[in-house]
């Protein structure tokens, strides 16, 4: 991995010291420095677990066991912010963010308080039934997981308890997709942070921001496809990376 240089730090302090409608737009990557497992790439989730066995649509709607399963063993429910989610806060209260459109579902962004984050891929934190459409806590509902695998609907007894994250042959949800292309258009600066760019359609929102003339800044460890079209590149750990630009926008 490169480390940033000064160069590199200081161009981007310069870039986001002039956004006023910048946003972030985050992925696996930041969150793996909170201890949360990323999906792809080498040690990823997905080359131990067939993805299209615990976290398809039409898997679940057959077995939903086989997703409960996996929630029981490898779901982290004690990860806490980090640098980068902080961060990110800080230049949202100095004026340079207006939100956060993220992949993830983890939460972490209101966590470290970030007031609007738009979740491209839904929340984990929620479950609804499919049955009866009542909503509940996750904790609850893993609760009764630990219980009884998979859960049964705890309002209609339905066995169809599923989170409110976007599994593989679902759609992603129309308000959040609309909200977060309608921020990218009307973005000076769209901040990229810990995503390999290659999940669609949440990929297109940068793309979108390309279209419309909008600068993209780059901080991810791996190379992206987009990183011949942004201003600023910078290889290397968004929680290392981010305070030492938000300290030299201090230092102005």
């Given at each position: ?11 981007l302090?310069?870039l986001?010291?002039r ?29 131990k ?54 992949q993830?579902?983890d ?5 470290a ?39 049964n ?57 390309l ?27 968004a ?14």
């Amino acid at each position: 991995m490169t480390t940033a240089t000064d160069t590199d730090i200081s161009e981007l302090a310069q870039l986001l010291g002039r956004a006023r409608t910048g946003i972030a737009f985050t992925g696996a990557g930041i969150s793996v420095e909170s201890g949360i497992p990323h999906f792809r790439g080498e040690g990823g989730l997905w080359t131990k677990f067939d993805p299209y066995k615990v976290a398809h649509i039409d898997t679940f709607l057959q077995d939903p066991a086989q997703y409960w399963t996996y929630s029981l063993n490898h779901r982290r429910t004690d990860a806490e912010p980090n640098p980068a989610h902080r961060a990110l806060v800080d230049l949202e209260q100095h004026g340079q963010l207006r939100a956060v459109v993220t992949q993830n579902t983890d939460g972490l962004h209101q966590k470290a308080g970030s007031r609007q984050v738009v979740e491209l891929h839904g929340s984990s934190h929620t479950v609804v039934c499919l049955d009866c459409e009542r909503r509940f806590p996750r904790d609850d509902i893993d609760r009764l997981n630990r219980e009884h695998c998979p859960p049964n609907c705890p309002a209609c007894g339905g066995r169809f308890l599923k989170p409110t994250v976007v599994l593989f042959g679902e759609a992603l949800p129309l308000d959040a997709l609309h909200e977060a292309q309608s921020l990218a258009s009307s973005a000076d600066v769209v901040l990229i942070v810990g995503s390999s760019l290659q999940v669609y359609p949440a990929a297109r929102i940068p793309r979108l921001a390309l279209e419309h003339g909008v600068e993209l800044a780059i901080v991810n460890a791996e190379p992206t496809p987009f990183d011949d079209r942004a201003a600023v590149v910078i290889r290397g750990k968004a929680g290392e990376v981010l305070p030492q630009i938000l300290r030299r926008m201090v230092a102005g």
